[in-house]
């Protein structure tokens, strides 16, 4: 089991660039979330995704991001314009089932990302 | 949501039991509480998950009260290597959208 993983790890850009992160879930899961985490507000849930459906983008902060899940191994989170506010790290998380109640969150390492 | 509070950090010494505690008091019935450990760098990785009372496996215990509105992480023995910040979360199946972190507890051990 290789695990959830993200990339690139780094990602270094300016502002007004568009901004492509990825993930692979761990095969069999069909859960999939996309986390951001900064000092100031710690851990935010943006979005996931069940059976490569999106079930709730409540947390994606602005029309500049964007994610989608085109099957069940792949999922990307794009940022068009990019801001300098923006700058965070940014997690992908699998799991199967109902989660929260058998199935604990598996993280990838996370892509961090600088918007200069 | 079911938020849940944290002491912001803790110290404690090598070969030392450390006690962790989450207080959820608005914890739903159908609620499961997660904790998960972070590593600089690096996502969480979950460590203990229970429901009621006391679930224990080779890293951790976790001792749920009757009420259900608080747990309490149990690190045996801990070493240098388990500094790290450790997350509480409750959520239900129903929804994911509930799986909230709060903002994690600051571990440091001391040689």
């Known amino acids: 089991d290789a695990g959830v993983i993200q990339s690139p790890r780094h990602e270094v850009t300016e502002m007004g660039q568009e901004v492509t992160l990825r993930c692979k879930p761990i095969?069999?899961?069909?859960?999939l979330f996309w986390y951001r985490q900064t000092m100031m507000r710690g851990l935010e849930l943006l979005i996931y995704f069940n059976n490569n459906v999106p079930i709730d983008d409540s947390g994606m902060p602005e029309d500049r991001f964007s994610a989608k899940m085109p099957n069940a191994s792949f999922s990307t989170l794009k940022i068009q314009p990019s801001e300098p506010r923006d700058s965070a790290v940014y997690f992908c998380a699998s799991s199967w089932g109902a989660t929260g109640t058998n199935s604990p969150l598996h993280f990838g390492n996370g892509t961090r990302l600088t918007v200069t | 949501l079911a938020k849940t509070t944290q002491p912001i950090s803790m110290d404690s010494y090598e070969g030392q039991e450390v006690n962790i505690t989450c207080s959820h008091n608005n914890i739903a019935t159908n609620d499961y509480i997660t904790w998960y450990q972070q590593f600089p760098s690096q996502g969480p990785r979950f460590i203990i998950q229970?429901?009621?009372t006391k679930v224990t496996n080779e890293v951790a215990s976790l001792f749920i009260p009757a009420d259900r509105k608080s747990s309490t992480l149990s690190l045996p023995r801990v070493s240098l290597s388990d500094t790290a910040v450790y997350y509480c979360?409750?959520?239900?199946?129903?929804?994911?959208?509930?799986?909230?972190f709060g903002s994690g507890t600051q571990l440091t051990v001391l040689p």
């Open positions: 095969s069999g899961h069909d859960y």
């Open positions: 229970g429901y009621k």
């Open positions: 979360l409750v959520g239900a199946g129903g929804s994911a959208r509930q799986l909230t």
